[in-house]
T-cell receptor, first 113, second 114 residues
């Protein structure tokens, strides 16, 4: 099993450009999440999904959109990138239920110039 | 709103010694879960240990153990017989029984010297 994979691993954007980050998991997990990690801030939840076709806002959703058209994929979109969105983005997935651990992808380092 | 505080931005330990990382949290709930994640330089987040709030017994995973003090809302991680491979950033995280999101602390960077 590959676990949780993220594409791409690195990306540089100019202000105003758009892009989509792809997350895929092969563990048949119901729940999927997008986090951002900034220096000194820990990880903060952007959006999450509790099943195919459902999404919900997390702690810092502004400027991002998500879609979960297939159970195994969770897409994070930036419609008009801003320098404040420079960060490392992590996708995670977990089984249904609060007890179960979240499995994380390797992260995507995004720089917005 | 729940918050997680890690008051030690950096810690250091010598190989084979023991180190304790601190974590406190604020919540009005009685049923929740607590986690410690490790993030080595590779950036990969790895679960180290988890604790269920309704269990009084402290969780243990090999060289890693926790001191869970529910009344004090404290959840410290003890690493025994430290190894060079333990060098990483460690995050404490809280998860409510009623909510999906993990709430992370800001992390503690642990360095291990030989």
């Amino acid at each position: 099993n590959a676990g949780v994979t993220q594409t791409p691993k690195f990306r540089v954007l100019k202000t105003g450009q758009s892009m989509t980050l792809l997350c895929a998991q092969d563990m048949n997990h119901e729940y999927m999440y997008w986090y951002r990690q900034d220096p000194g801030m820990g990880l903060r939840l952007i959006h999450y999904s509790v099943g195919e076709g459902t999404t919900a806002k997390g702690e810092v959703p502004d400027g991002y959109n998500v879609s979960r058209l297939k159970k195994q994929n969770f897409l994070l979109g930036l419609e008009s990138a801003a320098p404040s969105q420079t960060s490392v983005y992590f996708c995670a997935s977990s089984k249904e239920g609060r007890y179960f651990e979240q499995f994380f992808g390797p992260g995507t380092r995004l720089t917005v110039l | 709103a729940q918050t997680v505080t890690q008051s030690q931005p950096e810690m250091s330990v010598q190989e084979a010694e023991t180190v304790t990382l601190s974590c406190t949290y604020d919540t009005s709930e009685s049923d929740y879960y607590l986690f410690w994640y490790k993030q080595p330089p590779s950036r990969q987040m790895i679960l180290v240990i988890r604790q269920e709030a309704y269990k009084q017994q402290n969780a243990t995973e090999n060289r890693f153990s926790v001191n869970f003090q529910k009344a004090a809302k404290s959840f410290s991680l003890k690493i025994s017989d430290s190894q060079l491979g333990d060098a990483a950033m460690y995050f404490c995280a809280y998860r409510s029984r009623f909510r999906t999101a993990l709430i992370f602390g800001k992390g503690t960077t642990l360095s291990v010297s030989s």
